[in-house]
């Protein structure tokens, strides 16, 4: 059995409240596709947070179907399986999956019922049964129900008399996962303890976290081929760059499985990212003044064009109130493509005071709140750059995740 592994696609991200990235993502989609013509994998699995935000514009939703169309015709002996992550909005990918299940693409948006025992053949529609094996597809599921993944593995391990490959998809924070480049969102999604479960799998096609790893093997976090004996738990990271510390090459995994309790080899088909994110200095010096930062950037100017770009500078310094307006003005005169990220990455033990007003400010979306468990905990923590925090604003914002709540429900 062969797939393509990849997740985290995050269509529709808007960085720094400013740039879309919709050339990056058609820059991977390409690559996506070449991929499939080229190894002609039995399946290509998506591992959930297919779009930025659980409610996606009209240009984000035109975009998921074009790609993926786009993907159907040079690969139509290929089943396409995707399945939500804990971005997306369930409820809206899964009205969807009727239309695209007429063309051997399976999605996946809502979960398990909980009320599993009082309902029948519920099994059926998370288990996509291949020639060459069996995938069980589980999307983001805000509670611990473990139990619904061995109740999969029990109803393939029945059927699988001729030892088949047995793949699952899911999307979910293992514990012990490396996280390097995550911001608060990973420690609100409840970890996972793989012994919870079960054994019946060979390969667990992983979401959420965006740093290629396979668990139990870091040394082996970047090697271009290896194998492995069944099960192999791995996260194939996301398509792009989501911020500055993803310093780490991205890729898509592709895996073959040549039996149940076999053999797993993975070979990581490196992205080619679009725009490359730096960091001035590029040493691990940090700047000492805002002369230096000017005179630096004109220079990297000359030499650069089409990336993300940031600032690593000494607490020390006193920052001008309209420091982020000038940066932009420099960039925009340059006429290059280069996009800056206003957060500074400050060197020292404190930050220095009178901070320009755009660094302080904090602005949340429901989707930062939707993912906690307890909001408030966000509150407590950034408490002392929040003194004027509205609370009509915050009963907004748990309104609006109420409906949405009750949207996915329906």
């Excluded at 013509?37 to 039995?42: A, I």
Aim: charged share 25%; proline share 5%; with cysteine.
């Amino acid at each position: 059995m062969r797939i393509l592994h990849t997740a985290d696609l995050h269509i529709g991200q808007i960085l720094y409240q400013y740039y879309d990235r919709g050339d990056e993502h058609h820059h991977f989609f390409e690559q996506l596709k070449e991929w499939l013509v080229k190894y002609r994998p039995d399946a290509l699995v998506v591992s959930g947070d297919i779009f930025d935000i659980s409610q996606p514009s009209a240009a984000s939703w035109h975009f998921f179907t074009r790609s993926f169309v786009d993907l159907r015709k040079a690969a139509p002996d290929t089943t396409f399986i995707i399945i939500a992550g804990n971005h997306d909005s369930a409820s809206r990918l899964q009205a969807h999956s009727e239309v695209w299940a007429l063309n051997d693409t399976f999605i996946i948006g809502t979960p398990p019922p909980l009320n599993k025992d009082s309902t029948t053949g519920w099994e059926d529609q998370f288990i996509i049964r291949l020639n060459s094996g069996f995938i069980i597809a589980l999307p983001f599921i805000l509670s611990n129900r473990t139990d619904s993944i061995c109740r999969l593995q029990e109803i393939v391990a029945k059927e699988n008399i001729d030892n088949k490959p047995v793949i699952i998809i899911g999307h979910m924070n293992i514990s012990g996962s490396d996280i390097t480049g995550h911001d608060r969102e990973v420690g609100n999604v409840k970890p996972v303890n793989l012994s919870d479960l079960g054994d019946g799998y060979d390969y667990l096609a992983l979401g959420h976290i965006h740093r290629p790893q396979t668990l139990g093997h870091p040394e082996d976090c970047f090697a271009e081929t290896i194998s492995y004996s069944s099960p192999v738990i791995r996260y194939s990271g996301s398509a792009l760059h989501v911020s500055c510390d993803e310093t780490y090459p991205h890729s898509v995994s592709l895996v073959e499985i040549n039996a149940h309790k076999g053999d797993v080899t993975i070979q990581q088909l490196h992205i080619d990212q679009l725009r490359k994110f730096y960091t001035l200095p590029s040493s691990d010096d940090s700047f000492q003044s805002e002369k230096d930062i000017e005179k630096s950037l004109k220079k990297f100017i000359k030499s650069h064009d089409n990336c993300y770009l940031r600032f690593r500078i000494s607490s020390r310094v006193s920052l001008t109130s309209d420091f982020n307006t000038k940066i932009y003005r420099i960039l925009e005169e340059s006429g290059k493509d280069i996009r800056y990220n206003p957060k500074i990455v400050w060197e020292g033990e404190n930050k220095p005071d009178g901070l320009p007003s755009e660094e302080i400010k904090v602005e949340y979306t429901v989707e930062d709140f939707s993912q906690m468990q307890n909001p408030l905990e966000l509150l407590i923590e950034d408490e002392s750059i929040l003194p004027n925090f509205s609370r009509e604003k915050l009963a907004d914002l748990f309104a609006e995740i109420e409906d949405e709540l009750r949207s996915d429900n329906i």
